[in-house]
């Protein structure tokens, strides 16, 4: 662990990093890839609606029944013709969901259910769900939802700017269709749990993104009085100094949701867990990948662009080439002249990106607080 505190302190300080941005191509072809998968998944399976979204009934069998949930899972689907989920409660009795079918089929499933399960019929209690309560809930989120993401770009636009806002945005959605798509491809049950579940990794795959977003609109000040970094130089910093946080808050948030998916629902059974704890943990790993490998990229590309940052990017690339010509090093061409064109300090220094031939000084940059490179 004292590795990978070390490899985020000399990340942070720009000793060493990795270029995300010049590489953009690769992560967006990637993307692009794994969005196709999900889409053509949700297009060929289809999502499968819970109980709360297509109506149905749900029957309760007494305490302590003694019929496995493979069992009673065969008994219910003969009774009804519909593919049934058994789930077994903590007294010993069990619920079995059967979806799509009305009051008459429901009676009958009810009394061939007692009959297999041996018991009294007036012992199965048979409860009738309706699909307008899924529905209204469904409606209510996704009005929520398309609410919520025009905030997010007004106040993304106002705080940032709207290159900033696009670049969330489509990673917003880029995060959802693939969470979405994974259900598809899964075949999980998408109940109510479901909706709040994809509703709540919105909030952490922007808060992840801005993390990153204010490291570069702080960095970037007075970008254009200066001829060392390119805008691209700039963002792959902003993504490197704080690439060993979004590790970290994405593994401690894993941690917990992974263990109701994969405990909780998988090993121990509560298949109920299922429903929003698959939507969390894809939606986790997919809102930290996005935030690294999409957003801040799209933000580099749209905002090189700009005639003053392209112009910015010639004349870097320019002095890059006639330093190589005369031979200088590339530590040499480092300390010619700081961001913002003021006297250089070991700040400067973190805009590095890769491995340099010195190590910084451990107190380069200490006490003082991210961004003030002035």
Do not use: C
Not at 69 to 76: L, N, P, R, S
Not at 147 to 173: K, S, T
Not at 174 to 198: C, K, R
Not at 283 to 304: H, N, Q, R
């Amino acid at each position: 662990m004292s590795k990978l505190g070390n490899l985020g302190a000399r990340l942070h300080r720009g000793e060493v990093g990795y270029d995300f941005v010049g590489n953009r191509k690769i992560w967006y072809g990637i993307s692009i890839l794994i969005t196709i998968v999900a889409i053509v998944g949700l297009a060929v399976r289809g999502l499968n609606m819970g109980i709360e979204f297509q109506g149905g009934a749900v029957f309760t069998t007494p305490k302590n029944t003694a019929v496995s949930v493979a069992q009673a899972e065969t008994y219910a689907e003969e009774a009804s013709g519909h593919d049934a989920i058994v789930q077994k409660l903590g007294n010993g009795s069990l619920r079995i969901q059967v979806a799509g079918i009305d009051t008459g089929k429901a009676d009958q499933v009810s009394t061939e259910l007692a009959r297999e399960l041996k018991v009294s019929e007036k012992d199965v209690t048979a409860e009738l769900v309706g699909p307008s309560w899924g529905e209204q809930i469904a409606n209510k989120a996704w009005q929520g939802l398309a609410i919520f993401l025009v905030l997010v770009v007004i106040y993304l636009a106002i705080a940032f700017e709207w290159r900033m806002a696009i670049a969330a945005f489509v990673a917003l959605i880029h995060d959802i269709t693939i969470t979405v798509g994974i259900y598809a491809l899964v075949g999980f049950e998408v109940t109510p749990g479901t909706v709040i579940g994809l509703l709540t990794i919105l909030g952490y795959s922007l808060y992840d993104t801005v993390v990153v977003f204010d490291s570069l609109k702080e960095q970037t000040k007075d970008i254009t009085k200066q001829t060392r970094w390119t805008y691209s130089d700039i963002a792959n910093r902003s993504i490197n100094s704080t690439l060993v946080r979004s590790i970290n808050t994405t593994v401690v948030a894993l941690l917990p949701v992974g263990g109701l998916l994969f405990i909780g629902g998988g090993f121990l059974g509560a298949g109920m867990l299922n429903d929003i704890s698959l939507s969390l943990f894809v939606g986790l790993a997919a809102g930290a990948y996005s935030s690294i490998f999409i957003a801040t990229p799209l933000v580099a590309d749209l905002k090189e662009r700009e005639p003053q940052i392209k112009a910015l990017k010639k004349r870097v690339l320019a002095k890059r080439a006639q330093a190589v010509a005369q031979g200088e090093s590339a530590d040499a061409r480092d300390t010619d002249e700081p961001l913002g064109g003021e006297p250089e300090d070991g700040d400067a220094a973190h805009a590095v990106v890769g491995p340099r031939s010195q190590p910084a000084s451990r107190n380069r940059g200490r006490g003082r607080p991210s961004g003030k490179r002035r």
